[in-house]
């Protein structure tokens, strides 16, 4: 059975840090693209970061660029977002989700989380002073 389990949210300082983890049992992650979303209250969700398993292709939503890094550990079956610089506007839940592709790019997938099928059950992320 697919699952995706995230951890790592907390409550943090603007400029601080945190490490988001979404780790996946039951299949492989080749083959998919892994996503991380936000959903801040009264807003859509949004897609923040994506990464092919296989290619190591990543993406990054303008507002996080130079700040937030996706990353993956293939031993682990884990795809990491550390979450650097952070903001108050960056308080959200965190989501990831996994879509099955054989793209190398991942850009518009990214872009269309309605298309992601599975997801993980979302860790808070709030950025207070």
């Known amino acids: 059975q697919l699952q995706l389990v995230e951890s790592g949210g907390g409550l943090v300082q603007p400029g601080g840090s945190l490490r988001l983890s979404c780790a996946a049992s039951?299949?492989?992650?080749?083959?998919?693209?892994i996503g991380w979303f936000r959903q801040a209250p009264g807003k859509e969700r949004e897609g923040v970061s994506c990464?092919?398993?296989?290619?190591?292709?990543?993406y990054y939503v303008d507002s996080v660029k130079g700040r937030f890094t996706i990353s993956r550990d293939n031993a682990k079956n884990t795809v990491y977002l550390q979450l650097n610089s952070l903001k108050p506007e960056d308080t959200a839940v965190y989501y990831c989700?996994?879509?099955?592709?054989?793209?190398?790019?991942?850009?518009?997938?990214?872009?269309?989380?309605?298309?992601?099928?599975?997801w993980g059950q979302g860790t808070q992320v709030t950025v207070s002073s």
């Open positions: 039951g299949f492989t992650l080749d083959y998919y693209v």
């Open positions: 989700a996994v879509r099955r592709t054989t793209l190398a790019t991942v850009q518009a997938i990214c872009n269309m989380p309605g298309i992601f099928g599975d």
């Open positions: 990464i092919s398993w296989r290619y190591g292709t990543t």
